[in-house]
């Protein structure tokens, strides 16, 4: 025992510095698929998401603390994530990001409330960048949740007010993930369609199972089959990827309306066969930016190359908002961070956005463009390539973009 | 009637490439009686390495090389880890595949990372080889099915019309016969063992560019070859041929019919199909559609 007491003491103290080393920083997890079909898109987020932070850091941090990202693979599983979650508030974590999956936010928005509730000396908040399942700020609304995307009504209303002149639109079929994501898009998309043009018919509702299919040939042969001159889809990362390069292969002459057909590795796929083809709606819009607001992006190209583009501005939004409210509370304390950012407003790159203090939804302008060859005017090619770039083809202003809400906001007292 | 013509080119190419896949399975089997888990393993390496030597070479080279390679890791594999195991019995050699299944997944991710890898179809078979309809089928598709086709007859004759393939017969049916005839029947074994990872391993380099290259894919196909040797009879090549095939087109009319029972629609349960069809095939015909024996 003589001997190992000083071993011990010795471990204690090292404990206790590290302890306190880390308590000088304020760590933000990234808990998103880092392997797997799905991980090209998560390596992407957590790419953006560490520039976002270095640029914090740059500055100073926030309250003379830096930001430090912890990534966390969750292979797109709810069971993973749930793992993941504890081990990062086992860590010190109380700030988490997660946007790949509606599926797990809302798993991540159920296990953080419970643990806020048991654990009020421990609470998280979470930073939801992607997830865009309208719910989260409805009926499953919750104070710790904050979404810095457009949710997939806002996005199809958006989408459908574009269409509803488009007269060339006559047979919809509507593609989707066969998870909760994919059901509210199709959903949305049946109801608004039907509204806004009750002469347009709908010959397809589909749902596909999220990130197994690797070659979509099938589904492609039956959108042919059914006549359609337009394709609704929110599919996202691969699901996206593999379809327009079975659709490419299949030379189907449909137009595409998407949600994501402007990031991870999907302009590529795309090529010429895209060009004109394929739409998307979308918060990020580099082009239309004045000279003199893009030495963000520049900044990110320099790093990582002239191919490579960022277009997860929420991610940006998210660290602004939360260093902003940080500031303001003068605490890293999640309840009062979580407080101080509701309601408040940030200038953003394209536009004014209020986080909405009802629900915790960001109102911001949004796009519906084209995929277009670039005529040399574009400043900024699609991601990926050098000779396409997307066309603004309609902008939403926050206001227009913003729908009542359900949500009953439950504040801890 | 498109739809089904479009749909049927697809379920064949789909299932001749799990034959390709399932061929080597189903010989391994039936001769050492070892059913091999690492099977698809072989599948992801011929993708990667096809990968990797056609970022160098090109895409034809990797042809030949990448599928000899993991031919050679194959025959490696049999010589110095399967036969060791073997003398300790067949739950031993289950669980040495088993194990090998997660070190080839682990070295690749460790090698090539976690994340897809941008292994694309060759310039020269990228596009249309004919329209049908209003559908154009592309060329890599021909491709694949080609050299599925070319490999089957390869195979056929190689083991009807050679005097290796008469030793293999002969050591898959009779092993103590053939060994007492003087014939090296564990150096037949390595051989086969080899010859059926190089199958995997060819089948990896033409399906990897054509699908996705990822440390999952494995994963996503091993299961789908054991439903195949199963549903096609264990140790049975027509067997596991028409299954291949039977599979494929199954799969891929599920997705192109428009059948819901109670707002399930068929589409939705295609995943599953295969697997329903196992246990099915389990219960009313344990021996398979053209297996010889019960086990």
């Known amino acids: ?413 | 009637m498109e739809l089904v013509l479009t749909s049927l080119l697809n379920g064949v190419t789909y299932g001749l490439l799990l034959f390709m896949l399932s061929s080597g399975l189903t010989l391994i089997f039936s001769m050492m009686g070892v059913l091999n888990f690492a099977h698809a393993s072989f599948y992801m390496l011929g993708a990667y390495f096809g990968y990797a030597i056609s970022t160098k070479v090109g895409f034809y080279p990797a042809l030949v090389v990448a599928p000899l390679a993991v031919g050679a890791i194959g025959a490696a594999v049999e010589r110095h880890g399967l036969r060791r195991a073997h003398t300790s019995g067949h739950v031993s050699e289950l669980l040495f595949t088993f194990g090998l299944a997660f070190v080839i997944a682990e070295a690749v991710r460790l090698v090539w990372g976690s994340t897809p890898v941008p292994y694309k179809v060759p310039a020269s078979l990228d596009g249309p080889l004919f329209t049908l309809y209003e559908s154009t089928f592309p060329t890599y598709k021909a491709f694949m099915m080609l050299v599925s086709v070319g490999m089957l007859a390869a195979l056929y004759a190689g083991l009807t019309k050679t005097r290796v393939g008469l030793v293999i017969r002969a050591a898959l049916t009779r092993p103590d016969m053939a060994e007492a005839l003087g014939h090296d029947v564990p150096r037949v074994f390595m051989l086969v063992f080899g010859g059926g990872a190089a199958l995997a391993g060819l089948a990896g380099v033409i399906g990897g560019n054509a699908f996705v290259t990822d440390p999952g894919m494995a994963e996503s196909l091993g299961t789908i070859v054991f439903v195949v040797v199963v549903v096609g009879g264990l140790g049975s090549l027509t067997g596991a041929f028409v299954a291949s095939l039977f599979i494929g087109i199954v799969q891929t009319f599920a997705v192109a019919m428009d059948y819901s029972w109670h707002g399930m629609s068929l589409s939705r349960v295609a995943p599953v199909l295969p697997y329903l069809i196992m246990v099915a095939m389990l219960i009313v015909r344990p021996r398979g559609l053209m297996g010889t024996r019960e086990t």
């Not at chain 1, 508030?89 to 798993?107: E, F, K, M, T, W």
């Not at chain 1, 991540?108 to 048991?118: P, Q, Y």
Request: hydrophobic share 40%.
């Open chain 1, 1 to 413: 025992m003589i001997v190992r007491s000083p071993l011990r003491a010795a471990c204690c103290a090292l404990a206790v510095l590290f302890a306190s080393a880390a308590s000088a920083d304020i760590k933000i997890a990234y808990i998103d698929p880092l392997s797997g079909l799905m991980a090209a898109t998560g390596e992407h987020g957590l790419r953006e998401l560490e520039f976002a932070a270095e640029q914090v850091n740059a500055k100073g941090g926030v309250l003379g603390q830096k930001l430090v990202i912890v990534p966390l693979d969750n292979k797109l599983s709810t069971q993973e994530s749930q793992i993941q979650l504890q081990a990062a508030i086992d860590q010190g974590v109380r700030y988490v990001v997660q946007g790949n999956g509606s599926s797990v936010a809302g798993v991540l928005i159920d296990a953080i409330n419970k643990n806020n509730e048991r654990n009020p000396d421990k609470t998280v908040v979470f930073l939801n960048y992607a997830a865009v399942d309208p719910d989260f700020t409805n009926d499953k609304c919750s104070f710790w949740h904050f979404r810095f995307d457009a949710n997939s009504d806002m996005k199809m209303e958006a989408l459908t007010s574009y269409m509803k002149d488009q007269k060339n639109i006559q047979k919809v079929y509507l593609l989707n993930q066969d998870y909760s994501f994919g059901h509210q898009v199709a959903r949305a998309a049946r109801e608004m369609l039907t509204a806004k043009r009750p002469d347009v018919k709908i010959v397809g509702d589909e749902l596909h199972p999220l990130a197994k299919v690797k070659d979509f040939a099938p589904y492609v042969a039956k959108i042919q089959a059914s006549g359609a001159d337009t394709v609704i889809t929110g599919n996202w990362g691969s699901d996206l990827q593999l379809l327009v390069k079975a659709a490419k292969d299949a030379n189907l002459k449909a137009d595409f309306y998407t949600y994501y057909a402007g990031v991870v590795g999907t302009p590529p796929a795309l090529g010429d066969s895209g060009v004109d083809r394929v739409k998307v709606v979308t918060y990020w819009n580099p082009n239309s930016l004045a000279t003199g607001q893009t030495s963000y992006i520049d900044a990110y190209k320099k790093k990582f190359g002239a191919t490579s583009d960022p277009y997860t501005g929420s991610m940006h939004m998210a660290l602004d908002y939360l260093t902003q409210a940080m500031a303001r509370a003068g605490t890293t304390d999640p309840a009062k961070v979580a407080r101080a950012m509701e309601g408040m407003n940030i200038e953003g790159p394209f536009g004014p956005t209020e986080m909405r203090a009802s629900d915790h939804q960001l109102i911001q302008p949004l796009f519906v463009m084209t995929f277009v060859k670039n005529d040399g005017k574009s400043r900024y090619t699609a991601d990926g390539t050098g000779d396409y770039t997307f066309r603004q083809e309609i902008r939403f202003e926050g206001p227009a973009t913003a729908r009542p809400t359900s949500c009953k906001m439950q504040r801890p007292s």
